[in-house]
């Protein structure tokens, strides 16, 4: 499925393929086993697979138009072949979308709750998808440059086949084994047919063949057997049916399908000629121009409409005369069958103004040369029928008051009644006259017949048997001579299926209750006025009398029976729930309203939209409520699908835009998992447990497997890259390499699109249909659970790339609502700690990236010393004296405090300071803050802080003079030889150089420390010393601490506390030593000396903790703000927001207490929470050491603090019940009369063998 890649070798020539019927299509392992024969309902793989091919297919001319770079005048005709080929499909689709709709899942949805929601809701998305491609073909007509049009066509293209591959997908996934497994052969055939009966004659006819013409070879037969089986037991139609399946599709379609795509009113009359004056130069239908003769009105065929005309009048008037009676005598009792009748002649008068609009009248236009007002009055007729159905279905929906509904009722009917009569009145004088001249008998004929085409094959019976009741003898003769001329012109199955149902209404056999039935069956409605059949109870009894007239002086007002009383989105209730009867019907009214007027049907059956595209803090709502964080979540990943747009087209311009594009989609692809991961495993479940809303997500979650398939495949595009780039080595390789990246990039920018759309949607689908749920069937307190649940499986090092990447698509307002949500879910925990341990951390990193400084080799002292001004020997001297003082130990602190002091009253003193020599001492100040706040950034490993030789050219900065200062920062600016970011980075080591200075001395005064002995400790340590490995009993790491409090090296925290008698602070904890090199240097997680070569500390650091460690899978958890043993949260632990403990996902349903594990053990008093060794859960859900309970089990099986079991005892229980009856009374009490008092257990889940939580790596 998807856009997929376009082909390495040029695709082949459009005129020399036709794909070929592919292959037998996969069925799922559900579904595998079933025959077509017992499954009908499977022929939808079989169109679905059709669907598939076509787009293939389109595709792949696009493919090939671009790569051909055809000229203005070629591509201007490949987009009128391409765009009849792409209409045709959207009005397939658009007819299957709408038979799922209105009768594949409101039969399912009777059976299987919540599954048809979410596909009907991404049926409304298909027509912007095909209204993309459209926009595409005429900007390609009016564009000059055809290369780049033809490359977006491409681009809609492989969207829009990704969009339906994936929802075709998704519903043999999920909707198709539910079908076959709910219904029985018999009515899945029904469906079946419901859908092909909704479909016009003149589609239908292409259709079949069409997707036949997809079928391999060897299963042709099969399906055209299971066709036939699906038809009715009518001969005639049978026949007709056959006589479809055997015609050979053509790749081009004709005028007809020009005809069968306008299911919408024209625009205006100013465009009657020009979207119809190819009529005469193309005429499949056989008519001609002819010179006008003498004939006889009465005897033309055209005609023969007058008597259409007179037969729909009549019945119209009839319902409104009935409609009156009902209003004035309140007596409800016929209004369904009025109703059934209205809804019937609305369909008729529709159809039959359609084919009046793409038959008649354009050849009347290119006759006559006369434009008339009959567009004008169509347009009328259309408003008012889909007002009368917004009327109809309203009512079926929402439940009007039965005598409201009545009066507005007569007001729509009487207002159609006047606007038909004015139209047929301006036809039967203005248009058929001037037809019946110009036109062969021959073809009037066949647009009679032709109009016909233009109805549902399942509503044409009904239609001819209604027309022929209304005709005379002589009427129905010279009709039925019409149908056999014209019809057998064009298919003489068709005309002998019509000349049977003709006789089947003049005959009479059709009677007033056998066409009620009919119509019941055609028009099954949402609700309906009259109850079932009605019982003799107080209820029933009491809902007829309301049917009734009110004798009070008031009518009373009547409901329908079945009312949607609020229920929000699609209602898939139906009124018969009878099994097989439900489905016995050719034709659903339905599928031609989503047709014909799909605004209506969403006004009427669309979901109540949620804001999702809002945050909540901008949508009304006060305060902001925990699932809130998912519309953050979904507000930052739409923001990245733009991203991954523009970068993908980005690339092809820019070649070192790759790395960065690469990590971005990295870390969306990342997130975007962990995210659906959630879902999937957290929030769907908690919804589907709401026991009304089961199978509600199940189609959500196969889009996220679908999805991360999708980004596996960009994923792949971008390693090929990558590879393509490292391969480039020789210049004979260049142009091949230049192509393919090309070809590469378009690739990408296909799949970005499609994903774009595909997640768009599906995050759009989820916010309409679920989180509105997730608002009205869960409480705070339950929605902050659900919240806490997902935040605690996400680990340290994501949520530091989470939290930065939320807070940049964010207003201010959105970033305090989501982390005071966030704080809300995790209060109970140490997230607060963490949170502002890492994000000072953090900001240092960020501001280290954004500085220009040099490699860590280049010493900041020798960098400004050339620049420095030069000073008396006696100067230098001092700073000779201070170095050799400092390294035999000598009071450097006092010394530098006392420079310090001389250089603040020399500054002080002098009172002829200069207004920029101000400014810069207040600039000055504002730069040593920053440097304070930059102290960790610069003690990195990245630089590398030692007494340098230059160190006496640079000693005398502590007593150097602001104007001495200020002229070294101009010597700076005017060396031309310097760019800008180098003088900016030696301007602020200038600033920055006596702090520099200090810590120089700082690091030197600690190495040389104790007469030169060194600080105790300072020595390699080992963990095995046979092998040589570093580190301790605790630890396998290639350093040491240095604890200041007590002034000596420590393997680890954990070593000092064992021999200290206080414990050592782990924030306190600033430098380290380097086993290897013994330095002691700044912590990091690599050696800062250049002999140690970047030598690492340990696989594993952790820089809040100071945990080292080269041989276990440790992960720090941001809600116990500690390093634990295991892989990581949401692998293989989750943390518990209300416990606050990280625990065994094995334990994921669990007893929580709210900080039970702030708590010391009941039997060590050791604390639970730092604890090193491994914690047990009780099944009252008390905790323990694991150790203590195998040692308390061994005398004890109840709880030490609420003397609850341990476990189920029953069985140790009996055994002692066994041995108590085994012992022999004595004597002297038996016979006597005792009271028992036994021990009543609270028995519980035997817990105690899993492990609760992984033991704390620092206190």
Request: hydrophobic fraction near 35%.
């Amino acid at each position: 499925m998807g856009g997929g890649r376009a082909p390495k070798d040029p695709p082949d020539k459009e005129d020399q393929a036709r794909p070929s019927p592919s292959s037998p299509p996969l069925l799922l392992p559900a579904v595998a086993a079933t025959r077509l024969a017992d499954a009908p309902i499977l022929l939808l793989v079989y169109f679905h697979n059709a669907i598939r091919a076509e787009l293939s297919e389109l595709r792949r001319v696009a493919l090939a138009a671009a790569a051909e770079a055809k000229s203005v005048s070629e591509a201007r005709g490949f987009v009128v072949e391409l765009s009849r080929r792409f209409e045709f499909l959207n009005l397939v689709y658009k007819y299957h979308c709408a038979a799922e709709d209105e009768v594949v899942f409101l039969a399912l949805d009777e059976h299987v709750h919540n599954v048809a929601c979410t596909y009907s809701l991404e049926h409304e998305g298909i027509d912007a998808l095909f209204d993309s491609v459209s926009c595409c073909l005429n900007g390609l007509e009016e564009t000059e440059n055809t290369s780049k049009a033809l490359q977006e066509l491409v681009f809609c293209i492989g969207t829009i086949q990704s969009s339906i591959c994936k929802h075709m997908l998704k519903e043999e996934k999920q909707v198709l084994p539910l079908l076959v497994k709910q219904f029985n052969s018999e009515e899945q055939a029904s469906l079946l047919w419901q859908f092909i009966g909704s479909i016009p004659v003149i589609l239908l006819e292409d259709f079949l063949p069409w997707m036949i013409s997809f079928v391999h070879p060897d299963e042709q037969e099969e399906i055209k057997f299971c066709i036939r089986e699906v038809v009715p037991k009518e001969r005639s139609l049978q026949e007709l049916v056959v006589s479809w399946l055997a015609k050979e599709h053509q790749t081009t379609f004709g005028f007809q399908k020009e005809l069968a795509k306008g299911v919408r009113p024209l625009s205006g009359p100013t465009a009657i000629k020009g979207k119809f004056k190819f009529q005469l130069t193309k005429r499949p239908l056989g008519w001609k121009k002819v010179s006008y003769f003498p004939t006889n009105i009465g005897n033309n065929p055209v005609d023969g409409l007058r008597l259409w005309h007179a037969a729909i009048q009549k019945d119209l008037k009839d319902i409104l005369v009935e409609l009156h009676q009902i209003k004035i005598s309140s007596y409800f009792q016929n209004l369904d069958f009025i109703v059934l009748r209205l809804k019937f002649l609305v369909d008729v008068l529709f159809f039959y103004s359609n084919a009046v609009d793409k038959f008649f009248y354009p050849l009347f236009v290119d006759i006559s040369n006369i434009q008339l007002s009959l567009p004008t009055q169509h347009l009328q007729i259309a408003s008012h029928i889909e007002q009368l159905h917004y009327l109809l279905h309203y009512n079926d929906q929402k439940g009007l008051p039965t005598n409201e509904f009545v009066v507005k009722l007569c007001q729509k009917v009487e207002s159609l009644v006047l606007d038909v009569a004015t139209q047929f009145g301006l036809q039967e004088k203005e248009v058929f006259p001037v037809i019946s001249k110009n036109c062969s008998q021959e073809t009037q004929k066949q647009l009679l017949c032709m109009s016909l085409h233009v109805l549902p094959v399942g509503l044409l019976k009904c239609v001819i048997t209604w027309f022929a009741s209304h005709l005379s003898e002589d009427e129905s003769r010279s009709i039925l001579l019409i149908i056999n001329q014209g019809n057998s012109l064009i298919n003489k199955s068709f005309a002998s299926l019509l000349s049977d149902w003709f006789h089947i209404g003049y005959s009479g056999k059709t009677s007033v209750e056998s066409f009620r039935r009919d119509l019941e069956k055609l028009f099954q409605s949402r609700c309906s006025f009259l109850p079932e059949p009605i019982e003799e109870d107080a209820e029933s009894s009491s809902l007829l009398s309301d049917m009734l007239p009110s004798k009070g002086p008031k009518s009373k007002l009547v409901k329908p029976a079945f009312v949607n009383n609020g229920k929000k989105g699609f209602s898939f209730s139906s009124a018969s729930s009878d099994g097989i009867k439900h489905f016995e019907t050719s034709y659903c009214s339905g599928i031609n309203l989503h047709i014909n007027f799909p605004k209506m049907i969403r006004a009427l059956y669309s979901f109540s939209k949620f804001p999702g595209e809002k945050s909540c803090v901008d949508s009304g709502i006060d305060e902001p409520i925990p699932m809130d964080l998912i519309f953050f979540f979904h507000k930052a990943l739409k923001k990245d699908l733009d991203y991954l747009v523009f970068g993908s087209a980005k690339l092809a311009e820019n070649v070192g835009f790759l790395t960065e594009f690469h990590q971005r989609f990295h870390l969306i692809q990342l997130l975007y998992q962990i995210h659906s991961d959630a879902e999937d495993e957290i929030a769907f479940p908690a919804l589907e447990a709401k026991g009304k809303l089961q199978n509600i997500s199940h189609s959500y979650a196969i889009d996220h497997k679908l999805e991360g398939e999708n980004f596996s495949e960009i994923s792949l595009i971008l390693e090929e890259m990558y590879e393509l780039h490292n391969n480039t080595t020789s210049n004979a390789n260049t142009l091949d390499s230049v192509v393919k990246h090309q070809q590469l990039c378009l690739n990408l920018q296909d799949k970005c699109k499609a994903m774009h759309k595909l997640l768009s949607d599906h995050v759009l689908h989820e916010e309409v249909e679920l989180w509105p749920l997730f608002r009205e069937c869960f409480s705070l307190e339950e929605q902050e659970k659900i919240i806490g649940n997902m935040l605690g499986r996400t680990g340290a090092e994501i949520l530091q790339d989470m939290i930065p990447w939320l807070l940049e698509s964010l207003t201010l307002k959105e970033q305090q609502s989501i982390m005071s949500l966030w704080h809300k879910a995790a209060r109970n925990t140490m997230f607060d700690e963490w949170l502002g341990e890492w994000w000072e951390g953090h900001k240092i990193a960020k501001a280290e990236e954004e500085s220009t400084t040099p490699s860590r080799t280049a010493d900041p002292l020798e960098i400004i010393s050339t620049y420095l001004p030069r000073v008396l020997d006696e100067q230098q001297a001092i700073y000779g004296n201070l170095l050799r003082a400092n390294s035999s130990g000598a009071d450097i602190g006092q010394q530098e405090l006392s420079n310090s002091d001389n250089k603040e009253k020399a500054i002080k003193g002098d009172q002829k300071c200069s207004e920029c020599s101000a400014l810069f001492c207040r600039s000055t100040d504002k730069r040593c803050n920053k440097a304070n706040d930059l102290k960790d950034s610069t003690n990195k490993p990245g630089q590398n802080f030692q007494v340098t030789q230059n160190f006496g050219e640079c000693g005398h900065l502590m007593t150097m003079s602001q104007e001495d200062l200020e002229a070294a920062i101009r010597r700076v600016s005017s060396d031309t030889s310097l760019d800008p970011g180098r003088k900016s980075h030696v301007m602020q080591n200038l600033l920055m150089s006596r702090w520099i200075l200090k810590q120089q001395i700082s690091n030197l005064e600690v190495n040389n420390s104790h007469n030169g002995e060194g600080i105790p400790g300072q020595h390699p340590s080992y963990r095995d010393p046979l092998q040589l490995a570093l580190g301790c009993k605790h630890y396998k790491r290639n350093c040491k601490l240095l604890a200041e409090c007590c002034n000596q090296l420590y393997t680890c925290i954990r070593c000092h506390d064992e021999v200290a008698d206080h414990s050592l602070d782990r924030k306190s904890v600033k430098k380290m030593m380097c086993m290897k090199c013994l330095t002691i240097q700044p912590i990091g997680s690599t050696c800062s000396t250049i002999s140690c070569n970047n030598l690492s500390m340990g696989k594993y650091y952790c820089r809040i903790c100071k945990i080292f460690d080269d041989e276990r899978e440790i992960y720090h958890c941001p809600y116990c703000n500690l390093c634990r043993v295991g892989k990581g949260l949401g692998i293989d632990y989750f943390h518990c927001m209300k416990c606050n403990a990280c625990m065994s996902r094995a334990l994921s349903n669990h007893i929580c207490r709210e900080k039970c594990f702030e708590d010391n053990c009941p039997i060590c008093h050791e604390d639970l929470f730092t604890s090193s060794a491994p914690v047990k859960a009780l099944p009252c859900g008390h905790l323990m050491h694991s150790i203590c309970f195998q040692d308390y089990t061994c005398t004890h099986y109840t709880c030490p603090i609420c003397s609850k079991s341990l476990g189920d005892m029953q069985v140790y229980f009996r055994m002692l019940d066994a041995l108590l009856l085994e012992e022999k009374i004595p004597d002297e009490y038996h016979g006597r009369p005792q009271v028992r008092r036994a021990f009543v257990p609270i028995y519980g889940t035997y817990l105690c063998s899993s492990v609760i939580g992984n033991s704390a790596l620092t206190k």
